[in-house]
């Protein structure tokens, strides 16, 4: 499977913005697709992911009640939503995907797919 991470930019803190991410190539038996967001000097951090055949959604802390993860009706097409923006949300956006099933969706080293990644940027 091939991704493509899409719809970063600069953003003032409160605001919205919402990244896609495409899927390309072998779709069928994908366990998981997800999102996670890595700033220099810190490890990959996981951000939001979706069980593909299931629909079961995960968030990481950090993000709860402010971001959304929802798969678009192309059945390709994951999105995160995110709302009430703050400066520590700004990142690279990264969307991965696995096939297999054994770890945790947020265990960001059980994903052998990924994006190129997308820039968030929040202003204060």
């Known amino acids: 499977v091939q991704l493509q991470a899409s719809g970063g930019g600069l953003v003032q803190a409160g605001g919205s913005l919402r990244l896609s991410c495409a899927a390309s190539?072998?779709?069928?038996?994908?366990?998981?697709v997800g999102w996670f967001r890595q700033t220099p000097g810190k490890e990959r951090e996981f951000v939001a992911g979706?069980?593909?055949?299931?629909?079961?959604?995960f968030y990481g802390d950090s993000v709860k009640g402010r971001f959304l993860i929802s798969r678009g009706d192309a059945s390709n097409l994951v999105y995160l939503s995110m709302n009430s923006l703050k400066p520590e949300d700004t990142a690279v956006y990264f969307c991965?995907?696995?096939?297999?099933?054994?770890?945790?969706?947020?265990?960001?080293?059980?994903?052998?797919?990924w994006g190129q990644g997308t820039l968030v940027t929040v202003s204060s």
């Open positions: 979706i069980h593909w055949s299931t629909s079961t959604i």
């Open positions: 991965a995907a696995r096939y297999g099933g054994r770890g945790t969706i947020p265990s960001v080293g059980t994903y052998d797919y």
């Open positions: 190539g072998r779709t069928f038996g994908l366990y998981a």
